[in-house]
C-alpha cells in the first residue's frame, strides 16, 4: 500500500512539473488570424530595405547585386530598375523624405534623388571613411544620416556635397544598427558579446556588457524609448525605463525550438512582430507577456530577417528573397 501510494505521489509530481512547463513556453498556441500576404518578386538576390514616398503607393526595394525595385501601387507588384554602375554592389539601406531619397552599398556607394527616384546620381565618398555605409535615413531637404559598418556616423545638410562626424570614435565591426526617433543609437558587436549606445551630443560610444551567457542577435528601441533585446537561443529581454544596462526578465517565447530570432518591431505600443529563422513568426498583443505563432508563414523557406512598419495597417517583412505585406483588411483565417 504505501508502495503504490508513493508512485502515485511520484507520478502527480511529474505531471504537475509538465503542466508547468507547458505552460512557461512550450509549443505555442496559433493566431486566429493572418494579417501577412506572400509578395511576387521576380529576383535571387537577398532584399535589404524598404522605403516609401510618404504616405503615397510609391516606393524602393533595394537588395544585394546591385538589385533595385520600383512599386506604384503600394507594394503589391514590382518592377525592376538598373542603373549604371561599375560592380554589383550590395545596397544595404534606403530611405526617403519627400520626393529625395538616398541608397547607400557596401563596397562603399552613396546614391541620391530629388525626384522620387526618376533619376540617380552618386555622390563621392572620401577614401578615409571608416569602414563601408551601412544604413542611411532621409531628415529632410537634403539632409540625411549615414552610418558605417564599423559604427561612425555622418550627417550632411547639403544633399552629400559635406558630411560632418556626429561622433569621435567608431565602436568597432557591428553586426547591427537601430536608431530611435530621437537620434540615438545602439549596436551590437559583430561577435554579439557587447552592445553600445550613442545619444546625440556624446563624443563616443559607450559600451556595455549583455546581460546573459548568450549571444546578442539583434536590438533596437522600444515605442517608449526603452531597448529590446534578441539573443540567441530565442530570448527577448526589454530593459528598465532610464538604465539601458538594467534588464526585466528573460522571455523565451517557444523553447521547445532551436530556430533564432532576428528581428522585432512595434504595430501599436502592444502589438509586437518578432521574425526568425526557418520563416518563424511570432505575436503579441500585450506588450510581450504572452505570445502566439503566425503558423500559415511557417512553410515559407526563407528566414525572416527585417520587420518594416511604415504605419499601423503598412508593414513589411524582408526574407532572403522573399517579401511579406500587412494586409489585416481581410481578416485572413489561417
Partial sequence: MRVATKVLRQILALCAIAIVCTGCGGYLSATSTNP????????????????????????????????????????????SR?????????????????????????PSILLHTEDAGQSWSRIPLSEKLPGAPNTVLALGTKSAEMTTNIGAIYRTSDGGKTWKALVEEAVGVIRN??????????????????????????????????????????????????????????LIQ??????????E?????????????????????????????????????????TWEKDRFVEDIPSNLYKIKFLSQDRGFIIGQGSLLKYDDSANQAV
Fill in 82 to 106: 538598373s542603373l549604371e554602375l561599375d560592380e554589383p554592389y550590395r545596397f544595404t539601406s534606403v530611405s526617403f523624405d519627400g520626393n529625395e531619397g538616398w541608397i547607400v552599398g557596401q
Fill in 238 to 247: 526589454f530593459s528598465n525605463a532610464g538604465s539601458p544596462d538594467e534588464w
Fill in 36 to 79: 501577412w500576404r506572400v509578395i511576387s518578386i521576380d529576383t535571387d538576390a537577398n532584399l535589404n530595405d524598404i522605403s516609401f514616398i510618404g504616405d503615397s503607393p510609391h516606393g524602393w526595394l533595394v537588395g544585394s547585386n546591385a538589385t533595385l525595385f520600383e512599386t506604384t501601387d503600394a507594394g503589391e507588384t514590382w518592377a
Fill in 177 to 234: 544598427i537601430s536608431r530611435s526617433p530621437s537620434g540615438e543609437y545602439v549596436a551590437v558587436s559583430s561577435r554579439g558579446n557587447f552592445y553600445s549606445i550613442w545619444q546625440p551630443g556624446q563624443e563616443a560610444w559607450q559600451p556595455y556588457n549583455r546581460s546573459s551567457s548568450r549571444r546578442l542577435q539583434n536590438m533596437g528601441f522600444t515605442g517608449d524609448g526603452r531597448l529590446w533585446m534578441l539573443a540567441r537561443g530565442g
Fill in 249 to 289: 526578465d528573460i522571455i523565451n517565447p517557444e523553447f521547445s525550438t532551436s530556430w533564432g530570432l532576428l528581428d522585432l518591431a512595434y504595430r501599436t505600443p502592444e502589438e509586437i512582430w518578432v521574425a526568425g529563422g526557418s520563416g518563424n513568426l511570432l505575436r503579441s498583443l500585450d506588450g510581450g507577456k
